[in-house]
């Protein structure tokens, strides 16, 4: 295999492009803070690189009018760019429309550093009737996402377990607090996995399909971490420079610990 030269690639990529998606309050902007180590908000752009105002942002958003197209940048970590899909969520066929154009374009844009290179699809768990709504449907079932790997995160995962505890609340009388956060752990795989969601995402049927998925929990707390989703959308990635791009010095990885880098380069040597 050729060397591939670690600055030359960085100025080709540029920066690793990610579109979050999912419903309001799925909890997408904390995610983002901590994956670029932050408790700031970020920096909006247009297309055309021009700083907006986020309070001229918020205001489109609650008039419908979202642009898919801005950029998010943290300076804390400017290596990421995000684009939020947010609109279509809300029943809009137009932003419906605009965001399957978004993906399309983005996902075969001939300049690398301008495609979307990760979808980061956010679906919470908080309430477990309720985790696979006709958004999720429409997205799966209709967008072509090409070569762009879809990694689904189901949020705020800890809500499962209030769930858990009162189906088992009367079976738990007596045992040891090991036992007891055992079933209820129990129990809580056994309520994910009867909503369902994950067999519905990765419906034969589907266009788009999750390349994996992962579970946060308790992203309000501050020693919690996104590594796993770091890792996941990593290994996700079919193009081995775009892997390559994440476990250069100074690039995305700076924002990710010691082990995550271990396991990204473990996984490069085997491609």
């Known amino acids: 295999m050729a060397t591939i030269d670690a600055e030359d690639l960085k100025q080709r990529i540029g920066r690793f492009r990610v579109l979050i998606m999912g419903r309001a309050n799925a909890g997408k902007t904390t995610i983002l803070q901590k994956v670029c180590n932050t408790t700031d908000q970020p920096e909006i752009y247009d297309a055309k690189g021009n700083k907006i105002d986020a309070d001229i942002v918020k205001s489109s958003i609650k008039r419908g009018d979202h642009n898919i197209t801005n950029e998010m940048i943290f300076k804390s970590n400017p290596i990421f760019v995000f684009h939020d899909s ?134 309000n707390k501050h020693n919690t971490n996104c590594d796993a989703l770091l890792e996941s959308t990593t290994l996700a990635l ?14 995305c990885a700076s924002a990710i610990r010691a082990t995550s880098i271990r396991l990204w380069s473990l996984s490069i040597r085997h491609c």
């Open 86 to 219: 947010c609109g279509f969520e809300a029943g809009s066929e137009d932003e419906f429309e605009n965001m399957k154009k978004f993906i399309s374009e983005r996902a075969h844009a001939t300049e690398l550093q301008e495609r979307i290179h990760a979808i980061w699809y956010c679906i919470p768990m908080d309430d477990p009737c309720r985790t696979f709504q006709r958004s999720e449907e429409k997205f799966f079932l209709e967008c072509d996402t090409g070569r762009v790997p879809v990694v689904t995160i189901f949020t705020k995962f800890e809500a499962l377990r209030p769930f858990a505890y009162g189906e088992i609340k009367n079976e738990l009388k007596g045992v040891s607090s090991e036992e007891r956060s055992k079933r209820i752990s129990e129990r809580v795989e056994e309520l994910f996995t009867k909503t369902g969601v994950y067999d519905r995402l990765c419906n034969p049927e589907n266009r788009a399909r999750p390349k994996s998925y992962v579970r946060l929990q308790n992203m």
């Open 238 to 251: 079919d193009d081995e420079e775009l892997r390559l791009c994440l476990n250069t010095p100074g690039s």
